[in-house]
């Protein structure tokens, strides 16, 4: 009884603010995804009548979903890999409108050259650049991901390039990325083909032109901020970065400092319920 009671209590909770930050942003969160005929890499795997074609997506995460507890316990996912990366030319942004008050604003990343949806090329600056966490994801999971971040209408899927790096906690992100252009450079010094940095994969952009084309960005909660800093911390995101999201000056809010941590332990309270 405890544990039905618990997870009544969490999908009504779950529903409830969904439905009202629906209404508030004027987003459906519940629109299938559509354009799923994109690149993503396919492979075979034995199964019982044979050999059977398996798809899988590359996903960056730079928000809320850097911790792996809100893949898996909040979404219900399994990641079948997850690695720090680094996503250069581009700017963490905070323009997805929220619910004011409660969850003022959502993250996103925005390019920092050119703004078009092309992939990153070779030679990107270094001076804008966003730590996250590439997760290989099935494409049944890969669905559900843009499922619950709404897309197209919160979010639009944006391809991109990112370097994965193993975390050190110090700058190991950054000396994947210069080691990643100073290859590139050789290889056109020598005449040879442009190429591209790092691997090709699928992240997230404020779904409305105009929150895009916004030169001003909304302050989050300290509660998903706190989030971020979870994610950022548990797969060692470089130092710098860490030190930035600490230092991002926080929003106001009535409901104590927000209520992302507070969803998110609650997801893995039922989890651990749940006995997963």
């Known amino acids: 009884k405890t544990l039905n009671h618990s997870q009544t209590l969490l999908s009504n909770?779950?529903?409830?603010?969904?439905?009202?930050?629906?209404?508030?942003?004027?987003?459906?969160?519940?629109?299938?995804?559509?354009?799923?005929y994109m690149i993503a890499t396919?492979?075979?795997?034995?199964?019982?009548?044979?050999?059977?074609?398996?798809?899988?997506y590359n996903y960056f995460a730079y928000g809320s979903n850097m911790a792996s507890s809100t893949m898996t316990a909040m979404r219900n996912l399994n990641p079948i890999a997850t690695k720090a990366a680094i996503l250069p030319d581009h700017r963490l942004a905070f323009n997805v409108p929220g619910?004011?008050?409660?969850?003022?604003?959502?993250?996103?990343?925005?390019?920092?050259?050119?703004?078009?949806?092309?992939?990153?090329?070779?030679?990107?600056?270094?001076?804008?650049?966003?730590?996250?966490?590439?997760?290989?994801?099935?494409?049944?999971?890969?669905?559900?991901?843009?499922?619950?971040?709404?897309?197209?209408?919160?979010?639009?899927l944006h391809r991109c390039r990112v370097v994965p790096y193993l975390g050190d906690g110090r700058t190991a992100g950054q000396s994947a990325l210069d080691s990643q252009m100073q290859t590139t450079m050789e290889k056109d010094d020598r005449g040879r083909e442009e190429g591209y940095i790092g691997i090709q994969a699928f992240t997230l952009r404020a779904g409305r032109k105009e929150w895009r084309d916004t030169q001003t960005d909304i302050p989050p909660s300290r509660s998903y901020l706190n989030v971020l800093i979870r994610g950022a911390k548990e797969f060692k995101l470089d130092q710098d970065y860490l030190d930035m999201l600490e230092a991002y000056p926080a929003g106001k809010t009535i409901v104590g400092e927000g209520i992302a941590e507070g969803m998110l332990s609650f997801a893995e309270i039922s989890q651990r319920l749940r006995g997963n």
């Open 13 to 36: 909770m779950f529903l409830c603010y969904v439905t009202l930050l629906s209404l508030l942003v004027g987003i459906s969160t519940t629109q299938p995804v559509l354009g799923l």
């Open 99 to 156: 619910t004011a008050l409660v969850e003022p604003s959502w993250a996103s990343v925005e390019p920092t050259i050119g703004g078009n949806e092309s992939d990153t090329t070779a030679a990107p600056t270094t001076s804008s650049t966003v730590h996250g966490v590439l997760y290989k994801l099935s494409e049944e999971d890969f669905e559900a991901v843009c499922r619950s971040e709404g897309v197209p209408f919160a979010y639009r």
């Open 42 to 56: 396919t492979s075979t795997k034995k199964s019982g009548n044979g050999l059977a074609r398996v798809r899988t």
